[in-house]
């Protein structure tokens, strides 16, 4: 089982910068994977970018691509999202998630546990 806590959500202007933490506590070890989403109103929770925990392997949604950075403390019990370069097509409840085995996908279904979410809000 593991559990996950969110922070480092909040207001910015377009053009700037947040970095959203994802903390990871576990009874049974370390996941194999983590991912952040998003859900903005009315749209689908999508995936942004994933990591497996063993070796930092990364995959990115082409929507975040070369301005997101997905990346985890050297105890890897914390997951990082630099986000860069922001535009208000950000805005959205952010969320963290992770699978106790399999790899890094951008699929939802794929993920066993999920953190409470944080709202990035970005204006123009």
């Known amino acids: 089982q593991v559990q996950l806590v969110e922070s480092g959500g909040g207001s910015a202007q377009a053009g700037g910068s947040l970095r959203l933490s994802c903390a990871a506590s576990?009874?049974?070890?370390?996941?194999?994977?983590m991912a952040w989403f998003r859900q903005g109103p009315g749209n689908r929770r999508a995936g942004l970018a994933a990591?497996?925990?063993?070796?930092?392997?990364?995959v990115y949604d082409d929507s975040v691509k070369g301005r997101f950075t997905v990346s985890l403390d050297n105890a890897k019990t914390t997951m990082y999202l630099q986000m860069n370069d922001l535009v208000p097509e950000d805005t959205a409840m952010y969320f963290c998630?992770?699978?106790?085995?399999?790899?890094?996908?951008?699929?939802?279904?794929?993920?066993?546990?999920w953190g409470q979410g944080t709202q990035v809000t970005v204006s123009a």
């Open positions: 998630a992770a699978r106790g085995g399999g790899g890094a996908t951008l699929v939802a279904d794929n993920y066993n546990y």
């Open positions: 576990a009874e049974t070890g370390r996941p194999t994977a």
């Open positions: 990591i497996v925990t063993s070796f930092h392997y990364t």
